[in-house]
């Protein structure tokens, strides 16, 4: 599967971006796909993850240590992610990434594959 991710931009704090992913080469059906972020010179940090049930319907987790308000949902015909991004505060800067599979309790580890990133830059 190879993952292309886009929408980044810059923001001011307390804005809101929304990031695409779009995912060729393999069905997003039932699989287990999210976003994390690194920053340079830190660590990976998983932001959430999704399951893309056709027939459950999604089922989310995010992890707690990033701040913001942050909205995981995907499209399957279009084997699509998109992660939105509200009330960013500074420390959202950082080039985000599309992840398949989900890291571990969307941590750090885990994440075999991801794309290019897109990135977040938030500044007054």
């Known amino acids: 599967v190879q993952l292309v991710e886009s929408g980044g931009g810059s923001v001011q704090p307390g804005g809101s971006l929304k990031l695409t992913c779009e995912a060729s080469g393999g069905d997003i059906s039932d699989r287990v796909l999210g976003w994390f972020r690194q920053a340079p010179g830190k660590e990976r940090e998983g932001v959430a993850c999704?399951?893309?049930?056709?027939?459950?319907?999604?089922?989310?987790s995010y992890a707690a240590v990033p701040k913001g308000l942050f909205t995981i949902s995907s499209d399957i015909a279009k084997s699509t992610l998109f992660l939105q991004m509200d009330n960013l505060p500074y420390e959202g800067t950082a080039p985000y990434y599309c992840?398949?599979?989900?890291?571990?309790?969307?941590?750090?580890?885990?994440?075999?594959?991801w794309g290019q990133g897109t990135q977040v830059t938030v500044s007054s």
């Open positions: 992840g398949d599979p989900c890291g571990d309790s969307v941590g750090a580890s885990g994440w075999h594959y």
């Open positions: 999704i399951r893309s049930s056709p027939r459950r319907g999604p089922t989310r």
